[in-house]
């Protein structure tokens, strides 16, 4: 065992740093999250005005990814000729004539991507038959940058939409990228009855406490007491608490991981498009311009490192989803919640009631001729 993980380590010599200066925003998450102090900020400014990472001490480097990874901007990545990467893993995934993105510098939506992408690249699913979806907010820019089938839908209807698509063609893979208010007010008998009917597709949520594009208003997840713009002195209502929603309505796969957590956030992505039925992803990301602004909370890098210290791990024997709540500040339980397979999908279930009543005379899907 120990010479199968020492087999997994990279050769340096056969491995570089890049970093593309011009799609920095100047966040400092690769150097502030960078296991061996590799990188610090330049002072100088780029174009944008921003300062970009350099790479300071590259002798350290054991290009883990993590930079990569965490970096929303897709700005620095590990690059090989011997192994013929030389490209940001996400690039392969996204339109970059639409780069730089309009999400602000130190919001998560971007290192979500960046987990997505890697997912779907390390569990081999084919990218011709791979569908996202999204609805309206800063998430649901996701669709429209991504380099895939993608569909910018309707303010909440991105499961019913997703939920079509999964109807109509079994064979694709279905992936629902929306945020906290999107997906969970407007949207939220969608979001419910498609993992009641357990429908074929992958929900990430990227859940940020408030409604971002639209300027700030209080959200279903917005933690009492915090403020937002419509309600200044402070949430009073008490915020959905999602995976224990999720569970309850029977979804397949639940899990919840920050943007800090971005070795788990990508695995549990992986897992969840690997499960045939409903499977949902909480994603807790950075929102620096109006849920951190109005807060007083600091800038996105302020708020990854309070994931890292409010995060508590899920353990089964203690925890349940029910315990997941989200308060102002506090602690956030993260982890895999739910990963069950005692549920047949829609589809399938309906095949199944189909032929037990009509028998041969029910063709299924596809229709012959």
């Known amino acids: 065992m120990a010479e199968e993980k020492k087999s997994k380590k990279k050769d340096p010599k056969e491995w570089r740093l890049e970093i593309d200066a011009e799609r920095c925003k100047g966040c400092a998450f690769c150097v502030e999250f960078c296991p061996k102090d590799t990188l610090e900020m330049s002072d100088e400014f780029n174009s944008k005005g921003y ?9 350290t480097c054991t290009y883990c990814d993590m930079c990569e990874m965490v970096c929303p901007e897709f700005a620095i990545w590990a690059a090989s000729d011997t192994h013929k990467k030389s490209t940001h893993i996400s690039d392969d995934f ?31 699913i084919d990218r011709d038959k791979t569908q996202i979806v999204s609805g309206i907010g800063c998430s649901g820019r996701v669709a429209g940058y991504v380099d895939v089938d993608s569909y910018h839908t309707t303010h909440g209807r991105a499961v019913a939409f997703a939920t079509g698509l999964a109807l109509a063609d079994p064979e694709q893979k279905v992936i629902v990228v929306s945020g906290d208010g999107d997906l969970t007010a ?6 419910f009855h498609a993992a009641r009917r357990n429908a074929n597709m992958t929900v990430i949520c990227i859940n940020n406490f408030i409604y971002g594009m639209t300027g700030g208003q209080v959200a279903p997840t917005t933690p009492e007491t915090a403020i937002a713009v419509t309600t200044p002195y402070g949430a009073y209502d008490a915020p959905f608490n999602l995976p224990f929603i999720a569970e309850s309505c029977g979804a397949e796969y639940v899990s919840r991981w920050t943007t800090y957590h971005v070795r788990h956030l990508q695995n549990s992505i992986k897992a969840a498009l690997g499960k045939k039925g409903f499977s949902f992803v909480e994603a807790i990301s950075p929102c ?5 602004r109005r807060n007083k909370l600091g800038d996105g890098l302020d708020s990854m490192k309070f994931y890292k210290e409010a995060a508590v791990r899920y353990k089964k ?15 956030i339980l993260i982890g895999n919640f739910v990963d069950r397979d005692d549920r047949l999908s829609l589809l399938d279930a309906m095949d199944e009631q189909h032929k037990a009543k009509l028998g041969d005379k029910y063709a299924g899907w596809p229709i012959p001729g």
């Open 51 to 59: 300062h970009p990472p350099v790479i300071a001490r590259p002798e």
């Open 94 to 124: 996204l339109r970059m004539d639409r780069m730089p993105h309009i999400w602000c510098p130190g919001c998560g939506i971007g290192t979500v991507v960046n987990c997505l992408t890697k997912a779907l690249v390390d569990a081999g």
């Open 186 to 191: 407007i949207g939220g008998n969608h979001f």
């Open 288 to 292: 620096p311009t109006l849920y951190g």
């Open 317 to 331: 024997k203690e925890h349940t989803t029910a315990d997941a709540d989200i308060s102002f500040q506090d602690k």
